[in-house]
């Protein structure tokens, strides 16, 4: 049992040298937007930080998650690529989309790749967090109950005037009539 935990030990104490002067990239994906509308702007924010003691050089952000028959394109790209990432530095990227169906949509992760130091030959390969499945409101839907309905209000004050405005005027007239009037001297 003792020689099993040396070895751990050992394993642990040889992996974490080899790793100190290494790049350690966080990455997560969020989507900004509180309702997925059809045909309205979608707005997904990547964000990438680097924890480890290096620089990470040739840092690539691809997201494969938003096919072309769902989603438009408005600003912003799905691959981007930065030359390198300082030690304890963030970089921030946007792409705003539009969803062209309603329906539900699975937003997965998007891929990080880099190369941990500059003489690393190997790629490390990372993965953002995964916001999940969402649904997308149909247009109709959204506006139905999130609109204004000015012509709805509009209706209601034109139905109920005469039911309020009828009693207004009896009581007016009959305000009128029995109302003194006094005389200016």
């Known amino acids: 049992m003792k020689s099993l935990f040396l070895l751990v030990v050992a394993f642990v104490a040889v992996r974490s040298d080899n790793d100190d002067n290494a790049a350690r990239l966080l990455a997560s994906k969020s989507i ?11 707005t997904v924010e990547y964000s990438i930080y680097n924890v480890g003691s290096s620089q990470a050089y040739n840092v690539e952000l691809s ?30 990227h946007a792409v705003i989309l539009k969803p062209l169906r309603p329906g539900y949509a699975n937003f997965t992760a998007a891929q990080v790749k880099y190369y941990p130091t500059e003489e690393s030959q190997a790629q ?18 959204y506006e139905r109950r999130f609109s204004p309905h000015i012509v709805d209000w509009a209706t209601f004050a034109i139905m109920t005037l005469p039911s309020i405005g009828f009693p207004f005027l009896l009581w007016y007239r009959s305000k009128s009539k029995y109302d003194v009037k006094h005389k200016k001297n």
């Not at 900004?32 to 979608?42: P, R, T, Y």
């Not at 912003?76 to 970089?91: E, F, H, I, Q, T």
């Open 32 to 42: 900004l937007n509180q309702f997925i509308v059809e045909g309205k702007e979608l």
């Open 63 to 92: 997201d494969s998650s938003f096919p072309e028959e769902d989603f438009q394109r408005v600003s912003g790209s799905l691959n981007v690529k930065w030359d390198r990432l300082a030690v304890g530095a963030n970089v921030s």
């Open 124 to 141: 490390q390969v990372g993965y953002t967090t995964a916001p999940g499945e969402a649904g997308i409101v149909g247009l109709k839907d």
